[in-house]
């Protein structure tokens, strides 16, 4: 079973699932399959008024203009972001909303700080952004991969920690979940690409190379969930082998975040309550 960051009597999501700061993350211990009770048949009547909830409140949010959320989301192949942005985020009006992919660096990006292409996509006020991947390969991909010396990736966590630091001050909710799966999972999603005529795009030869460096990936996770997950930013791992628990746990999650902003809808022009529209 998911090893319980609280006692676990009548937590919420959200507190089971939290990573509290400066704690020891080992992701052997958690189960990716595990879903504290909660049944498939009843989790999707769950999910649809989560889905309605967070329609609610980002229409809140973007008539505030007050505040703005990012989220973010790691997770190693077929760990299930994309699949987690279309069931969940597709609550959200598209004028509000914008998602972001952190593919390979383009020749601009590297010409500038790491955190550069990140900074530049964070949401305006009013609006939520969607990072699908995000400046987090630069402590993931580029750990695992040799891509710079391990000397500036390690820094990186404070400066990213930083960042986020500043997002969070000047007006921007931080909200992080990282999505577990097991290696065997990802072994049957792979294959399904391959299967199905209609999904083998999807299917690269660079996957199986990259699932040779599980153990790498895991111990990379292992210490960006150590040493990010401060408190106004923290992360959140989701057990992520069933889809459908993965999906009602970031859509709880992620409404109950929006919904402790407490965010007014602005005042009405003085003088409308006579009105009457002819």
């Known amino acids: 079973m998911l090893r319980p960051m609280v006692d676990t009597g009548s937590a919420t999501l959200r507190e089971r699932l939290l990573i509290r700061a400066d704690r020891k993350v080992d992701l052997s211990a958690w189960d990716p399959r595990e879903t504290f009770g909660h049944e498939k048949a009843a989790a999707l009547v769950e999910l649809a008024a989560g889905i309605d909830r967070l329609t609610d409140l980002q229409e809140r949010l973007w008539a505030n203009g007050g505040h703005a959320v990012l989220v ?131 299917f690269s030869t660079a996957d199986l190379a990259e699932r040779k460096l599980w153990d790498a990936y895991m111990a990379a996770y292992e210490e960006m969930l150590e040493r990010c997950s401060p408190g106004s930013a923290p992360w959140y791992v989701i057990p992520s082998d069933r889809k459908w628990f993965r999906n009602l746990a970031v859509a709880d999650i992620l409404a109950d975040i929006i919904d402790d902003l407490h965010l007014p809808y602005p005042e009405a022009e003085e003088g409308l309550g006579g009105i009457v529209v002819e």
């Open 72 to 202: 973010i989301l790691q997770g190693i192949d077929t760990a299930g972001k994309d699949g987690t942005i279309r069931h969940v985020m597709g609550a959200f009006n598209p004028q509000g909303c914008d998602v972001v992919g952190f593919k390979v660096p383009t020749p601009d990006e590297l010409a500038h700080d790491f955190l550069w292409r990140a900074h530049k996509v964070v949401p305006p006020k009013g609006s939520i952004t969607i990072f699908n991947r995000s400046h987090y390969e630069d402590v993931l991909v580029v750990r695992v991969h040799e891509l710079v010396p391990e000397a500036t990736w390690r820094q990186r966590y404070d400066q990213i920690n930083e960042f986020e630091q500043l997002l969070v001050e000047t007006g921007t909710t931080v909200v992080k979940f990282f999505l577990l799966i097991d290696r065997d999972e990802q072994k049957e999603r792979l294959q399904a690409r391959l299967d199905d005529p209609e999904k083998r795009w999807k």
